[in-house]
């Protein structure tokens, strides 16, 4: 770990730097298999199977009786833990169900918002030696919820031309409405324009490896929605003399496991702990399955003492971290007073990993300092809110005024002329009435 | 008009295809002005602001004096309309505020979500001929509401380096924080990156140009969040037989007015309604001012007869207007059914103005088909959701196997581990006491 001890304001910006992920260079390589895709649709889409895959597969869709021979494939304890997992996250979520609330502005002029599910959504799951179920829970939970018509969902095949049992029992659980396999660019491009056998879709959701995201980028420029952009994942654990070097040591490896770019920081205003925490870190590495990953991460990782509670919770802000866990006494006080971050962990006994499967929070959240702006996928981001308004002849003889004046000032004599030539036939009946 | 009678479903494609907005030519031209912007800052911003807006400027901060100046500039019926339409904006944007829900979803697991304002955000107002004061409203009114700090604004100065003096006292009344006189590319930039003058923002909305357009796509793919892609203006008429032709014909002028490229489409079951439409809008065109500009856009307007009401549902729905007017009976049923657009008009005396301007909703609006996906700016634009979660010792008890056997299904040893250790003291401090 990097050690910084009371940085100056002006160093911040360098010690919170995240690794640059340029798709520039990569878009020349991702466009011609989205083009491909586009003009050749499933042939196109077998073909980079085979190419990038390396499996030769008959049909992209996965068909029920796979699907349900997946059960059996699971044990009993795993198929409980997803189950309450999903509970939880259904739970979680639904609370962000909006009511319908009707505003009458002045007599006779009444307005609300209505929130609509997006038809159509697609899920990218990845595939590679960690099957990410609870990804599926996370997203596909949400889009039943919020009414969604068509929830897709994509993953790459295996050798065998397989998708892992544990993702298509939370699939099937969570109310995805059809699987494919297929996985890379050509997955997010089948989604985003459709082929013969995956329905095109609105928004896309989901992680990936660097050209997964370059692709969701280059579709979401092309008129597709998406997630939100991605980067490495990143926790930051701000820890007092309260904090237990072992847990603060666990809670790092946990983010420093994902991957060699994974983000790592450690705030305290409690020098003695860093020593002890990097003790602690290394005992637990000694046998970690990823202790290689875990190890090349926490190489770029950070350790940060700060004197004074308020200029760490400056830099915490700052860095606007996808989660950050409060390790501290007094942690619910402390919590109130971050602006900036995915997710927080409140408190020695809520390490992040408890909302990455089960609290019921959603674990699809901003990185690369995008919680300055972003929020974390929720309900929000499966429905469109439409907004309503309706006028009675009475509303608009009262707000009529006030919009022809605005809009003759805008120089829109049109804008005006909509609502004169109603209020005129308004007047003109009232004469003959 | 094009006019096209119950056309099919293969066509339809072709029919409510919009202008494609191409940015990758403009993106060589937008990239280096933007790279000036942020090695030289303020300089380039003068001198960008020399060479397109044609005027020499000292500073591009406009000050307090200027803008209590502008108070005096304006009509009283102005002011007062102003005022109105601020009044109705902040009732219905007030209702969108959101409440704290905690939810234990299991003793001793506990979850909420906060909405935290975004701390900067940047509103761009176009200069041009027509002085978008209302867009002014429609941005700074929610960004106030959701608690914004800091709420900049930039538009370009006229000729002789000034910014409408309407544009100046809605930002004062709406609450924008510091305003700034700079255009195009250069504003955006400038509020992307910060300048000396100008602060560095996290989040930038409005309206613009192709160029603004281009320079906000390309400031988003380097991290700064923006309200949402754009495209030209559009607007469909739902009419049936009880539909008075001269108020279709004027919504359908006040959408054509806007520029050459907005889309203005007539959908009807009453045939004999178009003829009648077309001779009122070249009445109504005899005396507009911007007539030129309405029959331009006129000219690739399209209006469609359909027989069947639920085919012409499903074609508008497929459609997603930005706006869309209902002119029919039972317009609020018809509404009930609509799945894709940005903001709904509900019977004969809701004109599309009525929402421009004075109604309370929101008028920045998804074009171009976004409305599929999108949702108008409302408070939501202006906050993220944090979510928190909290976990007594007996809390994680309870979920922690969950937790564990989940996170070492996708082999992230290190995951189950955070809770593990942490179970592990729990149940050594039990012992020991």
Redesign the interface.
């Known amino acids: 770990m990097r050690i910084a001890i009371n940085p100056n304001r002006e160093s911040w910006k360098a010690l919170q730097e995240r690794p640059a992920a340029d798709?520039s260079e990569m878009l020349p390589k991702v466009k011609p298999i989205i083009e491909a895709i586009q003009q050749e649709g499933d042939a196109a889409l077998m073909r980079f199977t085979s190419e990038f895959d390396k499996v030769s597969i008959e049909s992209p869709i996965v068909d029920l009786a796979e699907i349900e021979a997946a059960q059996d494939l699971l044990s009993e304890?795993?198929k409980?833990?997803?189950r309450?997992?999903a509970?939880?996250i259904e739970?979680?979520h639904r609370?962000?169900q909006e009511q319908v609330?009707v505003?009458e502005?002045?007599p006779g002029?009444t307005?609300w918002?209505k929130s609509?599910?997006?038809?159509s959504v697609g899920l990218y799951i990845p595939g590679g030696?960690?099957?990410?179920?609870?990804t599926v829970l996370m997203l596909a939970i949400p889009a039943r919820l919020a009414g969604c018509r068509e929830v897709v969902l994509c993953s790459p095949p295996d050798k065998n031309g397989n998708i892992h049992p544990?993702i298509l029992f939370a699939a099937q659980l969570a109310g995805v409405t059809r699987i494919f396999r297929a996985g890379g660019v050509q997955a997010i491009a089948s989604m985003a324009y459709g082929t013969e056998s995956i329905p095109k879709v609105?928004?896309i959701f989901g992680p990936g490896n660097a050209w997964v995201t370059a692709a969701k980028?280059y579709v979401s420029?092309q008129?597709?929605?998406i997630d939100m952009?991605a980067g490495p994942s990143e926790v930051l654990v701000w820890a007092d003399h309260t904090a237990?070097p072992?847990?603060v040591a666990?809670?790092l490896?946990?983010q420093?496991?994902?991957g060699t770019d994974s983000q790592v920081v450690l705030v305290t205003n409690h020098a003695e702990l860093i020593p002890k925490v990097d003790a602690a870190i290394e005992l637990?590495l000694a046998d970690?399955?990823?202790a290689g990953i875990?190890r090349e991460a926490l190489s770029n990782s950070l350790a940060v003492f700060f004197e004074s509670n308020d200029v760490a919770l400056d830099f915490i802000n700052t860095y606007a971290p996808e989660h950050l866990i409060l390790l501290c006494d007094d942690?619910?006080v402390f919590?109130e007073r971050?602006?900036?971050?995915?997710?927080?962990?409140?408190?020695?006994?809520?390490?992040?990993?408890?909302?990455?499967?089960?609290?019921?929070?959603?674990h699809t959240l901003?990185t690369?300092?995008?919680?300055?702006?972003?929020?974390?996928v929720?309900l929000?981001s499966f429905?469109?809110?439409?907004?309503?308004?309706?006028?009675?002849?009475n509303?608009?003889e009262r707000?009529?005024?006030?919009?022809e004046?605005?809009?003759l000032?805008?120089?829109?004599?049109?804008?005006?002329?909509?609502?004169s030539?109603?209020l005129q036939?308004l007047k003109n009946n009232a004469l003959l009435s």
Do not use: W
Request: proline letters at 5%; one cysteine or more.
């Open positions: 798709f304890e795993l409980t833990a997803i309450k997992a509970g939880n739970a979680f609370t962000q609330k505003v502005v002045m002029v307005c918002r609509v599910a997006i038809e030696t960690a099957p990410l179920f609870s544990a609105f928004k980028q420029q008129g597709v929605a952009p237990d072992d847990f666990a809670d490896l946990a420093a496991e994902h637990q970690l399955p990823r875990a942690a619910s919590a971050i602006v900036n971050a995915g997710s927080v962990f409140i408190g020695h006994f809520s390490p992040e990993s408890a909302g990455d499967y089960a609290s019921g929070t959603n901003p690369n300092g995008f919680a300055t702006a972003y929020s974390g929720s929000d429905v469109k809110k439409i907004t309503f308004q309706q006028l009675t002849p509303g608009l707000l009529g005024p006030t919009v004046t605005m809009a000032a805008e120089t829109l004599d049109a804008h005006a002329r909509a609502v030539i109603r036939k």
